[in-house]
């Protein structure tokens, strides 16, 4: 007996389990999967007891006529117990159907599995079967359900692959290529159409695993196909662009039979490749066909100005605007007739090339008193300053320190300064405030005007936003006076406005040109103006707002630095209306009409110096050493015409100065310090001395179309915008360091030339006047106007006015100003600048 339970237990603990299996035995405890019925010869199976209901129930009827006492209990015995024993045997015998029916499906899908010969077993015992092992059953049916839902689960697997593989086939059909089936793939397609039912569950799974390669396989296809299609289509683009710029197909161009060899390849990786590598060759080619169209583009517009003063005729100047400047063989061709031209009217005309003596010259301007000669202008001694320091603080008298933090905690700032302003009433203003689009692009909210909201950004607003005032360098007298009487012992006071109150933007120098509209990239000049609403009806400060015995509290000094910087925008008001009288009531250097800025630019009088009247560096004496009416005649006729030209179209009868001495002042901060700095060396601000005696401004075209900043021109998150136009460089003691950005640049003779942009890496030793070893550093600048047109990097500078570019005639090329932002937002509105309207 206990050796034939041995073996049963032996033979269970050998049965493995699916995990699926064990996940539904597990529901019954110790309950072996198969087990047979004991029996006394280890080979005989015990058949099922006889079932004695019928035989009761024919005793109960036969004892019910003898023995009618016992009717009641007997009645209820006879009719209880084989009513449950019906009902449980039909049970039973559902579920033997219900295994059988499983056995057979599970038989016919699984041709081996590990648990066929015990079950086989168990099957071929069911005749007799003992009910009360019905556990056995359950356990059985479980593991058969199993494997049922194995087989259901890898049909639905198929048809999701067969359904992929449809699509996949779909995709690759309406792609318009031709694509080449391979034998593989063909005969999985026509075997999807069979009924997975009739198949086995290894039939099955080999179908399967044959439907995963396939689909592999053409999703691969699919995302060469697009590859090559794109790449296609970049081909065609960047050939048919290089077809129209050179009139031809050259070898680079020939790219067929490799198109026609990937589609051979069913697209293959590698072949693909090599496509790409042609895009890359034609790209280079494109660049290095843009290059040289540029470059002769360049030569040809001198050429013709050369052409137009020696012939006096408009007839190749009127050719060339009418020519595809895109196409290199056409500009080569017209280059070529160019320079016959040239050449034959610098033969009939030898006369106009030949170096005049002094007296020929002098001869040629009294026979000719309409032609021009340059002379520089010298400052007049009236209005000059009387020291370094005076200019310093003219400068800081318009001039606030801007501070904000964003949500994020993230600070920043710069230096800004009054430009304009207008009067509303009596003490309500508009203040348009001059700092660096790189400063200004930060200031962003979402009541910004369409054209300048950033939608990206209002994710991280700004919390807090300040303007700050330096009340120790001051020349104002009511600030200096309250310093003292109210013991401010502070060097900078501020006050913090609102989100809504503070300065919203009124123009940035972004886009401003037609070749820079509706570009992939931003273009910006580093100008920005702002617009701060402001009620000045608070008094001014007085005697009796410096009671010394009142008990100082955070009130009353929030209140304090609050006066200071309401004194400051009204000092800075006095003094801007101060400078616009000064300016218009004297006719000023580098300025024409009475403008309140340099309207005449550095790149002007240099392109004048350098081009026409020649002069170069000799030894000590640079190229913006003095010029006078003597010397800054041209040597030849040509040469003296085509000065004349260029200073009646850039500088009319105004007034002009290349070397100036040049000023600024603003606000650096240094590890969230703030300091007040300058371009003066200290031992020279109570004087006029500069031992440094380099005050010109070279300009420098090489930024223009380039990411000159690694950060602070983004716009609305379309990462760092590219410059637009000239920057100039000078010559500084001190450093500029971040926050003076913005800063006012002004000349000797209190004109504002520009704004301060950055600072060049590095520093230069240099001996001084007074033989002392300084170091100097490189600032930049931006100026507000451009005269002529520069073809740099790619993307021609045209003439433009940051401030007024309204006349058209002057620059046809600008859409948009500051006067424009003005009258598109207040067209009605009269500025200080533009007081009979803007």
Same mark, same amino acid.
């Given at each position: 007996m206990f050796k034939k339970k041995f073996k049963i237990l032996s033979l269970l603990a050998a049965i493995p389990l699916s995990l699926s299996a064990v996940s539904c035995v597990n529901k019954i405890v110790d309950v072996p999967i198969i087990k047979t019925v004991e029996t006394k010869e280890d080979n005989e199976i015990s058949k099922p007891k006889e079932d004695n209901t019928n035989n009761l129930e024919n005793e109960n009827k036969n004892s019910s006529s003898q023995n009618q006492g016992n009717v009641n209990n007997t009645n209820r015995e006879a009719n209880n117990l084989p009513n449950e024993t019906n009902n449980k045997n039909e049970t039973n015998e559902s579920k033997i159907e219900t295994f059988k029916s499983l056995y057979s499906f599970v038989s016919k899908k699984f041709e081996n599995y590990n648990e066929k010969q015990n079950l086989d077993s168990f099957y071929n015992s069911l005749d007799s079967f003992d009910f009360s092992n019905i556990e056995t059953l359950d356990a059985n049916i479980a593991l058969l359900k199993n494997y049922e839902n194995k087989f259901k689960l890898k049909k639905a697997e198929i048809e999701n692959k067969k359904q992929t593989f449809l699509n996949l086939e779909n995709q690759i059909k309406v792609s318009e290529v031709t694509y080449n089936f391979s034998n593989e793939i063909n005969e999985i397609k026509n075997s999807l159409n069979q009924d997975l039912d009739a198949l086995s569950y290894e039939k099955a799974d080999e179908l399967n695993s044959k439907l995963e390669q396939a689909n592999i396989i053409l999703n691969l296809a699919n995302e060469n196909i697009k590859s090559f299609k794109t790449i296609k289509t970049e081909l065609n683009s960047l050939k048919n662009d290089v077809i129209l710029k050179v009139n031809v197909e050259d070898s680079?161009?020939?790219?067929?039979?490799?198109?026609?060899?990937?589609?051979?390849?069913?697209?293959?990786?590698?072949?693909?490749?090599?496509?790409?590598?042609?895009?890359?060759?034609?790209?280079?080619?494109?660049?290095?066909?843009?290059?040289?169209?540029n470059t002769l583009k360049e030569d040809i517009s001198i050429k013709l100005q050369e052409y137009k003063q020696l012939s006096n005729k408009n007839d190749l100047e009127s050719e060339f605007n009418s020519l595809n400047q895109n196409n290199l063989n056409d500009l080569k061709s017209f280059n070529n007739k160019l320079d016959s031209e040239l050449n034959k009217e610098k033969q009939k005309d030898s006369e106009n090339n030949r170096v005049l003596s002094a007296d020929e010259i002098e001869h040629f301007y009294a026979q000719n008193p309409s032609l021009k000669s340059y002379s520089d202008s010298d400052i007049s001694e009236d209005v000059k300053l009387k020291t370094n320091k005076d200019y310093f603080l003219n400068i800081l008298s318009r001039s606030f320190i801007l501070n904000w933090i964003f949500q994020d905690n993230r600070t920043t700032g710069g230096t800004a300064w009054l430009l304009d302003y207008a009067k509303l009433d009596k003490e309500h203003y508009k203040l348009f405030l001059a700092t660096n689009y790189h400063v200004a692009v930060d200031l962003y909210t979402d009541q910004d005007s369409q054209r300048y909201l950033q939608t990206e950004r209002l994710n991280n607003p700004i919390k807090y936003f300040s303007i700050g005032v330096d009340t120790v360098n001051t020349s104002s007298e009511e600030i200096k006076k309250a310093k003292n009487q109210w013991r401010f012992n502070k060097q900078?006071?501020?006050?913090?406005?609102?989100?809504?109150?503070?300065?919203?933007?009124?123009f940035?120098?972004?886009?401003?040109?037609?070749?820079?509209?509706?570009?992939?990239?931003?273009?910006?000049?580093?100008?920005?103006?702002?617009e701060l609403d402001i009620d000045l009806t608070e008094r001014a400060l007085t005697d009796n707002d410096f009671n010394n015995s009142m008990p100082v509290r955070n009130s009353r000094e929030t209140n304090t630095e609050w006066r200071f910087v309401l004194e400051q925008l009204k000092y800075a008001v006095k003094k801007t209306d101060e400078y616009y009288t000064k300016i218009k009531?004297?006719? +000023? !250097?580098? &300025?024409?009409?009475?403008? #309140?800025?340099?309207?005449?630019?550095?790149?002007? $009088?240099?392109?004048?110096?350098?081009?026409?009247?020649?002069?170069?560096?000799?030894?000590?004496?640079?190229?913006?050493? +003095? !010029?006078? &009416?003597?010397?800054?005649? #041209?040597?030849?006729?040509?040469?003296?015409?085509? $000065?004349?030209?260029?200073?009646?179209?850039?500088?009319?009868?105004?007034?002009?100065?290349?070397?100036?001495?040049?000023?600024?002042?603003?606000?650096?901060?240094e590890n969230n310090n703030i300091s007040t700095s300058n371009n003066i060396l200290d031992t020279e601000l109570n004087s006029l001395l500069d031992s440094i005696n380099r005050p010109v401004l070279f300009s420098d075209s090489t930024y223009n179309n380039t990411v000159a900043a690694n950060r602070g021109t983004e716009f609305n998150k379309k990462g760092q915008s590219k410059l637009y136009g000239l920057i100039y460089r000078g010559i500084s003691p001190k450093q500029v360091i971040g926050g003076m950005s913005g800063s006012m640049l002004m000349d000797s003779q209190g004109l504002i030339l520009g704004i301060l942009w950055g600072q060049k890496p590095g520093s230069n030793s240099f001996l001084t006047n007074d033989n002392k070893n300084i170091k100097i550093y490189t600032p930049t600048f931006v100026q507000f106007v451009q005269q002529r047109e520069i073809q740099s990097n790619g993307l021609t500078i045209y003439p433009y006015n940051l401030i007024d570019g309204s006349d058209k005639n002057k620059y046809p090329h600008q859409v948009y100003s500051y006067r424009e932002a003005l009258k598109e937002k207040h067209p009605n509105l009269k500025t200080r600048m533009f007081d009979k309207g803007v």
């Open positions: 680079e161009l020939n790219f067929d039979s490799l198109i026609n060899e990937v589609q051979q390849s069913n697209f293959d990786s590698e072949k693909l490749e090599v496509l790409n590598k042609k895009i890359e060759a034609l790209k280079a080619k494109k660049v290095e066909l843009d290059n040289s169209i900078y006071a501020y006050r913090f406005f609102t989100p809504q109150a503070m300065p919203k933007v009124l940035l120098a972004q886009n401003f040109t037609d070749n820079t509209q509706n570009k992939e990239n931003n273009y910006y000049t580093d100008f920005a103006v702002l009531g004297n006719s +000023k !250097i580098l &300025n024409s009409k009475n403008e #309140a800025y340099a309207t005449i630019s550095f790149d002007t $009088l240099e392109y004048l110096r350098r081009n026409i009247l020649n002069i170069r560096q000799e030894g000590s004496s640079p190229i913006f050493r +003095k !010029i006078d &009416n003597q010397n800054g005649k #041209a040597n030849t006729k040509r040469k003296i015409n085509e $000065l004349s030209i260029a200073i009646n179209e850039y500088i009319g009868d105004n007034k002009y100065l290349y070397k100036t001495r040049y000023y600024f002042a603003g606000f650096p901060n």
